[in-house]
């Protein structure tokens, strides 16, 4: 009776040991599985969505993210593991978002435009020539008498239609130096003489369809003086990457009084939205001055305005803070279809302080003659250091400036018959202005 009682308990004893073993296999089951699942990979990310989480990898603030996703003409596919792995690498709500609202319906993303495409695109083959010793051929039969076929113009080289960080620094890094800066994460640093400022030398103002245009002599202008924004820091002058295109992004402002006129470069953070300018995500009112300092500024005399070489007729250091000081604000920007007008003074009261005709010449015509100058002498670079046996790009030593070239003047300025001419500009959709 007793070793019946025993092994009575001993089968209790086993089944609650099973009982207890299969309930820990359920528990645990769904445990196992997710630690099992492998995390997405980043190999198979898209070309797009690998191009984002670089610039937030090179620590790129979210404006200027968002920026390049709204302008890059790209859509984004993501799937949830995209987003939970792009997540986890530190890209933002935001800037998933805003891939979110530019998502392909379906299928792949289109494949990203390699930047250099453009730059070293090959050349054409030559045709073969006939072999040594073979006869001449025979004349045809019948005389051909379709006029000769023109030959092929050569491809001049362009910019790709929407700028990459890749390209902005390939292009960039022989004339000066890319650096990693606090708060503003990677930056291009001129090679450029001290005392040099944005928007101050080798280069002069046009009036464009678009407003007013910095024509640039350094053969890296057609970059930084129309994307990004510049700051000021410790070491000079820094140029934070942007892909929003404008023909100029600088303030104005005027002095009646001592007739001068200036302009300097808008900070980061200054953003035109809707029609008004925001700074650091806070919309502020036309007279607001960005804490843009006297030193930023470049005044001249309103009759100097039209040279070619601005230095010789920029205001002297010692009165510059009296005419910053004596000076109001005077900024017209508005937006035409999307794209940014930056009307300075405006039109017909800059042809009246200046005593000049001030004549429009198409955005398109000017852009595209910049760069392709520009991308063939950044080219002849490339080939030179490389005929020359270095290893690569070599970036210039910052303080020795490189000797901008000359830009022939597409406006030359002329005396006005009388006074200020209308302004040919039209309204837009949104017809909305700032000071």
Same mark, same amino acid.
């Given at each position: 009776m007793?070793?019946?009682k ?12 099973v009982?207890a ?9 769904p445990?196992?599985?997710n630690?099992?699942?492998p995390p ?5 990310l898209?070309?797009e969505?690998q ?12 404006d200027?993210?968002?920026g390049?996703?709204a302008?890059?003409?790209?859509t ?21 978002k805003?891939m ?7 299928g ?5 435009? $390699? ?7 090959p050349?054409a083959? +030559?045709?073969? =020539?006939? @072999? *040594?010793?073979? &006869? !001449? %051929?025979e004349? $045809?039969?019948?005389e051909?008498t ?5 030959p +092929?113009?050569? =491809?001049? @080289? *362009?910019?790709? &239609? !929407? %700028?990459?960080?890749d ?5 960039l890094a ?8 606090p @708060?503003?994460g ?6 450029v ?15 464009t369809?678009?407003?007013w245009?910095?024509?640039s ?7 930084p ?17 942007g892909?929003d295109?404008?023909?100029?992004w600088v ?8 007739g001068y006129?200036?302009?300097?470069p ?5 953003l ?20 843009l300092?006297?030193?930023f ?12 070489d601005?230095?010789?007729f920029?205001?002297?250091h010692?009165?510059?803070?009296l005419?910053?000081r004596?000076?109001?604000?005077d ?15 405006g039109?017909?009261?800059m042809?009246?302080?200046t005593?000049?005709e ?13 760069e392709?100058?520009n991308?063939e002498a950044?080219?002849a670079?490339?080939?030179a ?20 070239g ?8 002329k005396?006005?018959a009388s ?17």
């Amino acid at each position: 009776m007793k070793k019946q009682k025993l092994t009575k308990k001993n089968w209790i004893a086993k089944i609650s040991i099973v009982c207890a073993a299969i309930g820990w296999i359920c528990w645990s089951a769904p445990n196992l599985a997710n630690a099992q699942t492998p995390p997405p990979n980043p190999a198979v990310l898209s070309p797009e969505l690998q191009e984002v989480l670089k610039l937030s990898q090179q620590h790129m603030t979210d404006d200027v993210i968002v920026g390049y996703i709204a302008t890059s003409g790209k859509t984004y596919k993501l799937s949830g593991d995209d987003i939970v792995y792009l997540s986890g690498q530190g890209v933002s709500q935001a800037v998933i978002k805003a891939m979110l609202e530019k998502a392909s319906p379906g299928g792949s993303s289109s494949s990203p435009v $390699p930047p250099s495409a453009a730059l070293y695109a090959p050349a054409a083959a +030559a045709p073969s =020539a006939p @072999p *040594a010793g073979s &006869p !001449a %051929p025979e004349p $045809p039969a019948i005389e051909n008498t379709a006029p000769p076929v023109a030959p +092929a113009a050569v =491809a001049q @080289p *362009a910019a790709p &239609p !929407a %700028p990459t960080l890749d390209y902005f620094q390939a292009q960039l890094a022989p004339y000066g130096n890319w650096i990693q800066l606090p @708060p503003y994460g990677l930056c291009w640093q001129p090679a450029v003489a001290p005392g040099w400022r944005p928007y101050y030398d080798a280069g002069h103002w046009e009036y464009t369809d678009a407003g007013w245009y910095w024509q640039s002599d350094y053969h890296w202008g057609d970059i930084p003086f129309h994307y990004g924004r510049w700051a000021y820091t410790v070491s000079g002058w820094v140029w934070i990457p942007g892909f929003d295109y404008a023909p100029a992004w600088v303030f104005w402002r005027h002095a009646d009084s001592d007739g001068y006129m200036g302009w300097a470069p808008l900070p980061v953070g200054a953003l035109f939205v809707d029609g008004g300018w925001a700074f650091n995500g806070v919309h502020v009112g036309f007279d607001f001055d960005f804490g843009l300092r006297a030193s930023f500024f470049t005044f001249v005399d309103c009759n100097h305005f039209w040279e070619r070489d601005l230095r010789l007729f920029v205001l002297p250091h010692d009165r510059l803070e009296l005419v910053f000081r004596r000076s109001m604000i005077d900024s017209h920007y508005r937006l035409d279809h999307g794209r940014f007008i930056n009307e300075g003074l405006g039109r017909d009261r800059m042809a009246a302080l200046t005593h000049h005709e001030i004549k429009v010449v198409a955005l398109r015509d000017i852009k595209e003659k910049e760069e392709h100058r520009n991308l063939e002498a950044r080219q002849a670079k490339v080939e030179a250091t490389h005929a020359a046996g270095a290893p690569g790009h070599q970036p210039a030593t910052p303080g020795h400036a490189e000797q901008p070239g000359k830009v022939a003047a597409t406006t030359p300025p002329k005396k006005a018959a009388s006074g200020p001419q209308k302004s040919s500009q039209g309204t837009q959709k949104d017809d909305s202005k700032s000071k």
